[in-house]
């Protein structure tokens, strides 16, 4: 069974387009998370969101936004797409408020071009 | 903003032979953990330390948290290819958010 799953797996797209990504876990938890990791392997927290707070670090361009139609679900909006933004994209959830424990995706490979 | 830094960031060696990977900060964390990725995956949790000076063991493999809670350390004895792979340490700060290290990325030749 798959805990934390992300739909795509690979995603190519142009400059400019607007695209999503899906995130469902069937864990049960109640915080997901995105993490962008680029071409050096560094990884790093987008957003955190439970059904109370979202939290984002103030590096994201506001052009990415998380949206959550359920708590199994947590996907990741990206409007007008540049270069940059090609990385691997890594969904994430935890128990609520407790980081001790995060169970990653298989992340989407975001080539844009 | 904290950061983690860890050493060395590429590291080949022969099976059998003993390893350490560093990861060391400026900041004080309230718990760190250590995670492996293997290409076209996710990062899967190892350990987790959260009190200072704590030591713990996984088979294999021991971890070590610094008595300030600045650096933490993966030791792994006698390697083995299948411990090739990415391994990213990260430290919780007080937002509950994850920060994490570069990365070693390990290569176990048999």
């Known amino acids: 069974d798959t805990a934390v799953s992300q739909t795509p797996k690979y995603l190519v797209t142009q400059m400019g387009n607007d695209k999503s990504i899906k995130c469902e876990q069937n864990l049960g938890h109640d915080t997901m998370y995105w993490y962008k990791q680029d071409s050096k392997k560094f990884l790093k927290i987008m957003f955190s969101y439970n059904n109370k707070e979202l939290i984002i670090n103030e590096t994201v361009p506001n052009r990415f936004s998380p949206k959550s139609p359920d708590k199994a679900h947590l996907n990741l909006h990206i409007n007008s797409l540049e270069l940059g933004d090609s990385a691997v994209y890594f969904c994430?959830?935890?128990?609520?408020?407790?980081?001790?424990?995060?169970?990653f995706g298989p992340g989407t490979r975001l080539t844009v071009t | 903003t904290q950061l983690l830094e860890q050493s060395p960031q590429f590291l080949s060696i022969q099976e059998g032979e003993n390893l350490t990977v560093y990861c060391n900060s400026s900041s004080v964390f309230s718990s760190l953990q250590w995670y492996r990725q293997e290409p076209g995956e996710g990062p899967v949790l190892l350990v987790t330390?959260?009190?200072?000076?704590e030591v713990k063991k996984l088979k294999r493999l021991t971890f070590q948290f610094g008595d300030a809670r600045k650096d933490s350390s993966l030791h792994i004895t006698a390697a083995q290819p299948g411990d090739t792979g990415l391994y990213l340490c990260a430290g919780r700060n007080a937002g509950n958010m994850l920060t994490f290290g570069g990365g070693t990325r390990l290569m176990v030749k048999p």
């Open positions: 994430a959830s935890s128990l609520q408020g407790n980081s001790y424990e995060q169970y």
């Open positions: 330390v959260v009190t200072g000076g």
